[in-house]
Structure formats: structure tokens, C-alpha cells
């Protein structure tokens, strides 16, 4: 190869090497600007919490024995209480306070 062609061909890749990184850029203007547009559709979307678990208390106040009291291994309970558990404690207030800041 020539000097000349050398050149010419050094030319060329330096070309493509620009219109990739334009590509990429226009690439991550596009990504840019899909976030910046779902970031607006995110301020309207509440947020719904799930509780991480349940607790249950079925107070029953008697002997579950068969030797004691009245003799009943067996009671039907009602719950007096149920309550949830989010990740923050029990309070789901601390738990937007603490992980979202507001």
C-alpha cells in the first residue's frame, strides 16, 4: 500500500469511528428523554403497600389439656385483632417516611 492509500484509509476509519460515536450519543439522548417522560408518568402513579405480614391474635384465656380445667383440647376462637407489618414496622407512615423521603 501506498502512503496515499494509508492516508485515504486512516481517513475512513476516523469517519466511522465519528458517526458510531454520534450514533451513541443520539442513543442515549433518545434513552435520556424516554426516562425524563416516564419519570412524569411516575409522579402520577400512587404508590400501594403491601403489608410483609399478618398477625392474628385469637386470645382463648383456658387450659388446652386434657388433664386440666375442663378438659378441652379442642375451642373455637374468635380473632379479636388483626394487624399488619410493613417493612418500616407497623405504622406504614414510617415506611414512607423512611424509604421515600417523603
Known amino acids: 500500500m501506498s502512503k496515499s492509500e494509508i492516508k485515504a484509509y486512516r481517513e475512513k476509519e476516523k469517519k466511522k469511528m465519528k458517526e458510531k460515536t454520534k450514533a451513541k450519543q443520539k442513543q442515549r439522548k433518545g434513552k435520556q428523554e424516554q426516562e ?45 385483632k388483626k394487624q399488619l407489618h410493613y417493612k418500616g414496622g407497623i405504622n406504614p407512615g414510617n415506611y414512607y417516611k423512611n424509604d421515600y423521603g417523603i
Do not use: A, H
Not at 53 to 72: G, H, M, Q, V
Open 36 to 80: 425524563s417522560d416516564t419519570e412524569s408518568e411516575e409522579e402520577d402513579v400512587s404508590l400501594i403497600l403491601t403489608p410483609d405480614y399478618e398477625e392474628f391474635y385469637f386470645p382463648c384465656n383456658k387450659w388446652l389439656d386434657s388433664k386440666e380445667d375442663d378438659r378441652k383440647t379442642e375451642r373455637q376462637l374468635k380473632c379479636k
